[in-house]
């Protein structure tokens, strides 16, 4: 069974523009969520889709960031327009809903802001 | 406020040696614990979890202890092997929620 996919693996952009991370859950699993981690600190919880529905985005940290999951299938994460601060490595994971709680994550989205 | 953190960002071991990473927590209100194992240009990696039910839980090689009196919770590898360099996170989840916070990580390093 294929795991947690995202895409791309690396994003260099300029101040100002655009990108857009994409995550491919596991089949069947409707809770995802998107962290992020800065350089050397924790990972942070950025929000929670069940199924297509958001469901929490409390850590979402201005409007600049847009997360849509439409169908609920796979997701999106776009940055527009992008600051330096947003350097960093974005994480996808998914879970069962109702299951025993580990979430499985992908292997990041490292984006890199000059 | 409330947060997860651990006492020590990086800890070196020799092959063979037994690990202890710790990390505590502040939210009273978290009743269930996960680390995770981080290899370099991987995602997190689920190793082992714990409700706040119990105060021990073996793994192979891996046993995670928690005292809630003292809000802490350890990870222990046992014959620490190279292959265990990573980075570990704890995370905990609130009773109720289905979002783990996590926290800064520890880089473990063994020396062969």
């Known amino acids: 069974e294929a795991g947690v996919t995202q895409f791309p693996s690396h994003s260099v952009i300029e101040k100002g523009q655009t990108v857009t991370l994409r995550c491919d859950p596991i089949?069947?699993?409707?809770?995802l969520y998107w962290y992020r981690r800065v350089m050397g600190k924790e990972i942070k919880f950025l929000l929670h889709?069940?199924?297509?529905?958001?469901?929490?985005e409390s850590g979402m940290p201005n409007n600049r960031f847009l997360a849509e999951r439409t169908g609920g299938t796979y997701s999106t994460l776009k940055v527009q327009p992008a600051e330096l601060e947003d350097s960093g490595v974005y994480f996808c994971?998914?879970?069962?809903?109702?299951?025993?709680?580990?979430?499985?994550f992908g292997e990041g989205s490292r984006l890199t802001v000059l | 406020g409330e947060s997860v953190g651990l006492h020590l960002p990086t800890l070196s071991v020799q092959e063979g040696d037994n690990s202890i990473i710790n990390c505590a927590y502040s939210?009273?209100?978290?009743?269930?614990f996960i680390w995770y194992k981080q290899e370099s240009g991987k995602g997190p990696q689920f190793i082992i979890d714990?409700?706040?039910?119990?105060d021990k839980r073996q793994g192979q090689r891996v046993t995670v202890l928690l005292n809630k009196t003292v809000k802490h919770l350890s990870l222990q590898i046992a014959a620490t092997q190279p292959g265990d360099s990573a980075v570990y996170f704890c995370?905990?989840?609130?009773?109720?929620?289905?979002?783990?916070?996590f926290g800064r990580g520890t880089s473990l390093i063994v020396h062969p």
């Open positions: 714990i409700r706040s039910n119990m």
């Open positions: 889709f069940v199924k297509e529905s958001k469901q929490d």
């Open positions: 939210n009273s209100a978290s009743d269930y």
């Open positions: 994971a998914s879970s069962l809903l109702g299951g025993a709680g580990e979430l499985f």
């Open positions: 995370a905990e989840r609130v009773g109720g929620s289905y979002i783990p916070t």
């Open positions: 089949s069947g699993h409707d809770n």
